[in-house]
C-alpha cells in the first residue's frame, strides 16, 4: 500500500488529552473511504527505527471524497509517547506520511438487523461519529433504532458528546447513553448512567433475532460486551469488534 503525505489544516483539543486533528491529502490524489475504516500514520522512534499507528477517521462524510477534501482523526496523548510527540509537534501546514483506508468495521449493506448497538470508550468512538450519516438514512429507510453507548471518565472526556446529543434530539430513532465512570455531569440527562458500559448492556436487552452491535475502544470493554452480547443470544458475525491498545 503506498504512503502519501497528509497536511495539517487545523486542530482542536476535544478533551484534555485528545486532540480532533483535521488532515488534507496533499498529493493532488482523493482519500476515498468508507465510515468505520482507519487510516495509518507512518513515521520512525529516534533511533531510527520505522513505525506505525492507526487512526479511525471521524469525518462525518456521505459522498465519494474528492482530491482536497479533508479528513479528520482524534489522537489520544500518551504521556512519552513518540506519536504524541509527532502530533502535538506537528504545524499547520506540515504533513505526515499516510497509508490506507484499511478496516472493515463498518455498516453492511446487506444488513437487515432492527436495531444497532453501537458500544465505545474513549476515542473508539470515532468511527460512528463517521457513521451518523449512513445511520440517519438507515433510520429513515428501514425504521431501524440505534444506541450509542459511550463509556467516558468525566464529561471532560466524552469526545464528541454535544455533537451526539444534538444527533440524538433531532433523529428519533437514535438514543445517546454516555456513561461516566467517575463524575457525572451537573445537570444530567435522563440518559446519563454512572458507572461502565459493560453495566448497562441489560437495561438494552440485546436480542440475537434483531441485533447487530458494534464494540470499538478498550480491550477490556470490548472483551467483557463480547462475552455478555453472546450471553444474551448474539452470534458471533452479530458482534463486530475493534481493539484499540495505546502504546507509546
Known amino acids: 500500500m503506498k504512503q502519501f503525505p497528509l497536511k495539517l489544516v487545523s486542530r482542536r483539543m476535544l478533551a484534555p488529552t485528545v486532540g480532533h486533528y483535521v488532515l488534507q491529502r496533499d498529493d493532488g490524489e482523493p482519500l476515498d473511504y468508507i465510515p468505520g475504516q482507519f487510516i495509518q500514520v507512518h513515521f520512525q522512534y529516534a ?11 471521524a469525518t462525518i462524510h456521505d459522498h465519494a ?17 513518540a506519536a504524541t510527540a509527532l502530533f502535538e509537534g506537528l504545524r499547520e501546514g506540515e504533513a505526515v506520511q499516510a497509508s490506507g483506508p484499511f478496516g472493515r468495521f463498518c455498516l453492511m449493506p446487506a444488513d437487515a438487523n432492527r436495531r444497532y448497538l453501537l458500544i ?18 438507515q433510520i429513515r ?9 459511550f463509556g467516558a471518565r468525566t464529561p471532560e472526556e466524552l469526545l464528541y458528546g454535544d455533537e451526539f446529543r444534538a444527533f440524538a434530539e433531532r433523529v ?6 454516555p456513561c461516566f465512570s467517575r463524575e457525572l455531569p451537573a445537570d444530567p440527562h435522563p440518559d446519563v448512567r454512572h458507572g461502565y458500559v459493560q453495566q448497562f448492556l441489560a437495561e438494552f436487552a440485546p436480542d440475537g433475532n434483531g441485533d447487530i452491535a458494534y464494540l470499538c475502544g478498550n480491550p477490556n470493554m470490548v472483551d467483557a460486551c463480547f462475552e ?7 452470534a458471533v458475525p452479530q458482534i463486530r469488534r475493534e481493539k484499540y491498545v495505546s502504546s507509546k
Not at 428519533?172 to 447513553?177: A, D, I, L, S
Not at 455478555?228 to 448474539?234: D, E, I, P, S
Open 47 to 57: 533511533d531510527g527505527t520505522a513505525t506505525k499507528r492507526s487512526y479511525s477517521l
Open 65 to 81: 471524497m474528492g482530491p482536497g477534501e479533508t479528513v479528520e482523526i482524534a489522537v489520544s496523548y500518551v504521556a512519552g509517547g
Open 120 to 137: 465505545a470508550t474513549g476515542t473508539g468512538v470515532t468511527p460512528y461519529r463517521a457513521m451518523l450519516p449512513q445511520l440517519e438514512r
Open 141 to 149: 429507510e428501514r425504521g431501524i433504532q440505534v444506541v450509542l453507548l
Open 172 to 177: 428519533p430513532g437514535f438514543r445517546f447513553v
Open 228 to 234: 455478555a452480547l453472546k450471553g444474551y443470544g448474539l
